[in-house]
T-cell receptor, first 115, second 114 residues
Framework: AQTVTQSQPEMSVQEAETVTLSCTYD???????LFWYKQPPSRQMILVIR??????QNATENRFSVNFQKAAKSFSLKISDSQLGDAAMYFC????????????FGKGTRLSVIA | EAGVAQSPRYKIIEKRQSVAFWCNPI?????LYWYQQILGQGPKLLIQ????????DSQLPKDRFSAERLKGVDSTLKIQPAKLEDSAVYLC????????????FGPGTRLTVL
């Protein structure tokens, strides 16, 4: 079974600075998806960024980018120019390439942004 | 485009009582998921539907939890009787199809069992 580990329960960053959230995963599969979700206090899970394992190029979405190291099974999220609205819980998630499998989530990292 | 709707947003019940949660997925989304998120943890899948059929309910405590998706649209998740450890946020998500990789989440229902 796949597992996802987020080793940082809490992180903080100064507004306008850069922060990196860590995620490692365990799988025997070669094809899969990785995701970062943001969950603000409203509880709505919002997709931040997605990476297909077969793609070597790291995904980027505006201020959000990932460092995907497939051999190391590492998938970190970098947030540049942090904003107050970035404060939330961030969850790393794994999904198998085959269609009928659910997301497997890590325990999350709580990010605080300091003005 | 309307998002995934859930109700109620909050529910407080006594242990051994029953409770039901409702989810309306995004129009046209064939796949629907119910997740349980205990405080301090990531969401865990309870049950997955494809249209009105169950794809995966291996993590659903079937002695007390039940779910249905009549007509392949709305879904209801029921707990009967509730235990203290059922206190959690129940998230509903939907996706276009079983192979589509993006899931869209609703705002969740926070259940407190006293």
């Amino acid at each position: 079974a796949q597992t996802v580990t987020q080793s940082q329960p809490e992180m903080s960053v100064q507004e306008a600075e850069t922060v990196t959230l860590s995620c490692t995963y365990d799988t025997s599969e070669s094809d899969y998806y990785l995701f970062w979700y943001k969950q603000p206090p409203s509880r709505q899970m919002i997709l931040v960024i997605r990476q297909e394992a077969y793609k070597q190029q790291n995904a980027t979405e505006n201020r959000f980018s990932v460092n995907f190291q497939k051999a190391a099974k590492s998938f970190s999220l970098k947030i540049s120019d942090s904003q107050l609205g970035d404060a939330a819980m961030y969850f790393c998630a794994y999904r198998s390439w085959t269609g009928n499998t659910p997301l497997v989530f890590g325990k999350g990292t709580r990010l605080s942004v300091i003005a | 485009e309307a998002g995934v709707a859930q109700s109620p947003r909050y529910k407080i019940i006594e242990k051994r009582q029953s409770v039901a949660f409702w989810c309306n997925p995004i129009s046209g989304h064939a796949t629907l998921y119910w997740y349980q998120q205990i405080l301090g943890q990531g969401p865990k899948l309870l049950i997955q539907f494809q249209n009105n059929g169950v794809v995966d309910d291996s993590q659903l405590p079937k002695d007390r939890f039940s779910a249905e998706r009549l007509k392949g649209v709305d879904s209801t998740l029921k707990i009967q009787p509730a235990k203290l450890e059922d206190s959690a946020v129940y998230l509903c998500a939907s996706s276009l199809s079983i192979s589509y990789n993006e899931q869209f989440f609703g705002p969740g229902t926070r259940l407190t069992v006293l």
